[in-house]
């Protein structure tokens, strides 16, 4: 049997994602090459802590970060990327040499911002971003399939030893993922459209709704059907992880959102005006991006 990934693999943050890549890397499935010899999960809240020792998720639970990070070959932060910098910048004077540092927050440039000035030489920092995920949050809404069939995009910085971003993929691939490297700017333009846009759209329309309840004291929320129903959903997600994403990507975010607006109000020249062929035309363009989407998950 091959060598584990990992000797030692650190997870700090038990949360969603934190705790499907614990329960993924404690699974040793017949065959397939262990992600690491011994977990050791870390989380600020002791009543995080508390689930995953009765999870069984971890071989140790370790709650101060400083020891949790000792002689581990690979940690990866899994806190709210807000937290992310003053994560680092603790556990940095900690970590063994020639560790690896990664992540799984949802922003890249701002945790490159944070992180790079105060990374050691001899610590590699491999950044990523599992595109996979739910509305739950904390340890027991994690599950061990999160991750299968999913892109994992990794952002290391220029100059990052190859084989280190290359153990990171390898981890990503065990748990079921793809990987791609890329840039970590252009990783921020096109999570903005496809993710942080949606949400705060989600967002957003729930408001609007329940304002528009309150203000006619009428039964607007009753009446939800599916296609408001799929909106809540979204705007269930945990309100520190997105208040954090969207102050950190917050130019991308903010180029996104002004084109969608420029397109909204095209649709509401559109309809004012009884533009038809518009309005089919931008129906049928999201029918086709829907079908092209359903394809590619059953290729
Ligand atoms: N939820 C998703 O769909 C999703 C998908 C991909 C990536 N991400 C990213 O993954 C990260 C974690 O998201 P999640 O959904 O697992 O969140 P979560 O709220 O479920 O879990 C976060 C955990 O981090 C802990 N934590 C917070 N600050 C900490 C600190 N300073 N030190 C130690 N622990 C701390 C919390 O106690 C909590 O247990 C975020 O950066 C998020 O952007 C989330
Ligand atoms: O499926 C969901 O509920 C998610 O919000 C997952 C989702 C997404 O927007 O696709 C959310 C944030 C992450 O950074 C990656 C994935």
């Not at 992600?35 to 995080?48: F, K, N, P, Q, R």
């Not at 937290?83 to 440039?109: C, E, F, N, W, Y």
């Not at 945990?238 to 102050?247: A, H, S």
């Not at 607006?261 to 035309?281: H, K, L, S």
Request: proline share 5%; net charge negative; charged share 25%.
């Amino acid at each position: 049997m091959s060598e584990p990934i990992f000797k030692r693999l650190t997870l700090i943050g038990l949360g969603l994602i934190g705790s499907s890549l614990a329960r993924r890397a404690m699974q040793h499935p017949t065959g397939a090459r262990r992600i690491a010899g011994e977990i050791v999960a870390c989380d600020s809240s002791g009543l995080a802590c508390d689930r995953v020792r009765v999870l069984g998720i971890a071989d140790r639970v370790e709650p101060d970060a400083t020891l949790a990070v000792r002689d581990a070959d690979c940690v990866v932060l899994c806190v709210p990327v807000g937290a992310l910098g003053d994560v680092a910048a603790r556990i940095m004077p900690h970590l063994a040499p020639g560790a690896i540092l990664s992540d799984v927050g949802s922003t890249k440039q701002s945790m490159l911002r944070e992180i790079e000035p105060i990374l050691r030489a001899d610590v590699a920092l491999v950044p990523g971003h599992p595109l996979a995920g739910t509305e739950y949050s904390g340890p027991d809404a994690g599950f061990s399939t999160l991750f299968e069939n999913r892109w994992c995009l990794l952002t290391p910085p220029e100059g990052t030893d190859p084989g280190a971003v290359a153990r990171v993929a390898a981890m990503w691939n065990e748990c079921g993922a793809r990987s791609r490297e890329m840039d970590a700017a252009h990783h921020d333009r096109v999570l903005a459209i496809v993710s942080h846009l949606p949400h705060l759209l989600a967002f957003t329309i729930c408001g609007t709704a329940d304002d528009l309840a309150d203000e006619t004291r009428s039964e607007v929320l009753e009446f939800a059907a599916t296609g408001f129903r799929d909106f809540t959903r979204i705007a269930a997600s945990d309100p520190v992880m997105w208040r954090d994403i969207f102050l950190n990507n917050r130019e991308a975010l903010l180029e996104m959102l002004a084109r969608f607006t420029e397109d909204a109000q095209a649709m509401a020249r559109a309809i004012r005006w009884g533009d038809d062929a518009f309005i089919v035309d931008r129906i049928e363009r999201g029918r086709a991006i829907r079908r092209s989407l359903i394809e590619l998950n059953q290729a």
